[in-house]
């Protein structure tokens, strides 16, 4: 602790770190602070600058890093990000509204004045765009954390990469290989029960195989994903049309793959 | 040989016990059989099976008996054992100017329990990729293995094409044929090493007699007898390779996942990542390998992009590794014919089905 808290003094300054909420439930930035036991080490690691969450202190930028949560839906947002990109010299988005669009996608391509219309008592007050949209749609992502919510773990190595110059561990394959590592029984193939895993990115440690549910797919496609084979194979176990759209597009219906995978 | 009754099997399991074994063995788990730590022979799946799988389908049924071994193969193997999913190569800790390694941990002295023969000729094949590995060679120098003989085929095994099973042929400390019917339940033990006959000698029990000898025989050319599938070899190698550019590994490809189930449950495939973790505060690391795919993007990546873009080029890499380059690699084929891959492939495919379109094509 000595050592650390000497080392710390002599650094010219901690990194900077901001986290920002567009369109989001604030359950992503929460995963900072149900960071517990390591939260002392984020906040010796980094110097929070701009949280609201956590604190009411607010430091002006540039920001060293930067998280983001959320979707873009409104005009307000759509000019706002674009300062935070400015201000930020590593912009990760976290969780499924940031990367994806979020449920709130669900609006993409269908009537909002109506939904506003029979939502809200007055939906003049309203101000909201037609389509809710990823961050990366709008200004350059550096990192990507998927997930509904993202994953701890994942959170913490990327900070750790960050703050020592390294690339962030995020792979992109399927969340089956973690499945099976953790040593996890298939719950498709062993129970019959439908399961997004095989196209589904890895990251979140397999956490509903592992409560031998299926994968409900809220960390988003995984790199080159072969849903129409896997459509196929959940409509063998017996799913049909409606009961397949229902799962490909929930936290992830903006993602192009799982938004085709349902329309299909 | 001895015979052991099953009061001998469990007198067994405590002389492991009792040498500083942890016992790794089969069990019932969430529907399937899996592998993990037991003290006693009734953990065993008493009394269920797992015969009837099939392409992407795996079920549980119970048997009429009390047979201990009646099931084949569930979805890991003892590659989990020695070949850990996740295993940290080093811990480092800074300290003054440079930094320090924690000492290496002395491997766990395991007893695996019930190591088939595909299972049994799969450590064989890894021993030979691992030769250079120290860890891998200190988990496996402290493995005692009990193999097990099968006496049912499952729907997905082909052992006898690989030509590694049903009966165990070496490689193991002992070897067990259970004899499960409704005059006898017996254990037909035979020792495949020092440790092995020295650890059978203090065993209660007869010596078996020409009748044991002759129902394990039989039991095992049942299983022989009833492969639920077949793979052709002859001339395989040299067909595949001739094959590089056939259209069916788009075929396949169409119906691929590339989620990598097919790599994780063989027994032989070994592709490792290697990633360096720090702390928050940069005064530990550690450096961590773990299971990869050769159906990832990445496992491919070089200067400039990804060598294997398409599903056809992964799964024909997997393939022609697995059953042609890698008799060039290590001498022997990478497949046992344990079947694992065509049960547990959540959409069914079948590598020898594949194989015998790709000969046929």
């Known amino acids: ?264 | 040989m001895k015979r052991l009754t099953l009061d001998g099997l469990e007198a067994l399991f405590a002389a492991l016990r009792g040498q500083g074994f942890e016992l790794i063995g089969p069990q019932l788990r969430d529907a399937a059989l899996v592998l993990g730590p037991l003290e006693h022979a009734a953990e065993l799946p008493v009394g269920w099976t797992d015969t009837a799988q099939d392409g992407g389908r795996y079920r549980l049924a119970r048997r009429p008996d009390r047979a201990h071994f009646g099931y084949v193969v569930g979805p890991q193997s003892w590659k989990r054992y020695l070949f850990p999913p996740e295993e940290v190569l080093f811990r480092a800790r800074r300290s003054g100017e440079g930094f320090a390694l924690d000492p290496a941990e002395p491997p766990p002295r395991r007893a695996f329990i019930g190591v088939r023969a595909c299972d049994l000729a799969a450590i064989q094949v890894q021993d030979r990729i691992f030769v250079h590995d120290p860890g891998y060679q200190a988990r496996r120098a402290a493995a005692f293995i009990v193999a097990v003989n099968c006496t049912e085929a499952g729907g997905t095994c082909f052992c006898v094409s690989q030509d590694t099973g049903p009966q165990a042929r070496g490689g193991f400390d002992l070897a067990l044929t259970e004899l499960c019917t409704d005059a006898r339940h017996a254990f037909v033990a035979e020792a495949g090493s020092a440790a092995g006959a020295a650890l059978l000698d203090a065993l209660p029990g007869e010596a078996a007699d020409a009748a044991d000898l002759a129902a394990a025989r039989d039991a095992i050319a049942h299983a022989a007898a009833h492969m639920g599938r077949r793979l052709d070899n002859a001339g395989l190698a040299e067909a595949l390779r001739a094959r590089l550019e056939h259209p069916h590994w788009q075929q396949v490809a169409e119906r691929c996942l590339s989620c990598g189930n097919c790599t994780m449950v063989c027994p032989t495939c070994f592709c490792a990542n290697v990633e360096d973790r720090a702390s928050l505060d940069g005064d530990s690391a550690e450096r961590v390998r773990s299971w990869d795919s050769c159906f990832n993007l990445e496992h491919s990546y070089i200067v400039g992009g990804n060598v294997r873009s398409s599903g056809a080029a992964r799964y024909r890499q997997w393939l022609t590794h697995k059953l042609a380059h890698w008799h060039d690699q290590f001498g022997v084929s990478g497949c046992t014919g344990c079947g694992r891959c065509i049960t547990w492939c959540p959409v069914g495919i079948d590598i020898t089905a594949e194989a015998a379109a790709l000969r046929a094509g």
């Open chain 1, 1 to 264: 602790m000595n050592t650390r808290s000497a080392r710390n003094a002599q650094a010219p300054r901690r990194p900077r770190l901001a986290v920002w909420k567009f369109a989001s439930c604030d359950g992503c930035q929460l995963s900072l602070l149900d960071c517990e036991d390591e939260l002392l080490a984020v906040a010796e690691a980094v110097e929070l600058a701009y949280f609201p969450e956590a604190t009411s202190t607010v430091l002006p930028g540039p920001y060293d890093i930067s998280l983001v949560e959320g979707s873009i839906t409104t005009p307000h947002d759509r000019e706002r990000i674009q300062q935070v990109r400015r201000q930020s010299k590593r912009l990760v988005t976290i969780g499924a509204c940031a990367t994806s669009g979020g449920i709130q996608a669900l609006r993409n391509g269908r009537d909002v004045t109506e939904f506003a219309r029979i939502v809200y008592a007055r939906p003049e007050y309203i101000d909201t765009l037609a389509t809710s949209t990823p961050i990366a749609a709008h200004v350059r992502v550096d990192h990507e954390l998927r997930g509904c919510p993202i994953d701890k773990g994942q959170l913490l190595a990327t900070l750790a990469a960050l703050l020592h110059g390294r690339r962030p561990p995020l792979p992109s394959h399927s969340v089956c290989e973690a499945c099976k590592r953790a040593g996890h029984v298939c719950v498709m193939v062993a129970h019959g029960t439908p399961c997004l895993g095989p196209v589904t990115q890895t990251g979140c440690g397999a956490l509903c195989p592992g409560c031998a549910r299926g994968c409900y797919g809220c960390f988003g496609p995984k790199e080159t994903p072969n849903t129409a084979a896997l459509s196929a194979h959940l409509a063998a176990l017996g799913m049909d049309d409606a009961a397949r759209r229902r799962l490909y597009q929930t936290f992830n219906a903006g993602a192009e793959a799982f938004r085709k995978a349902g329309d299909a």
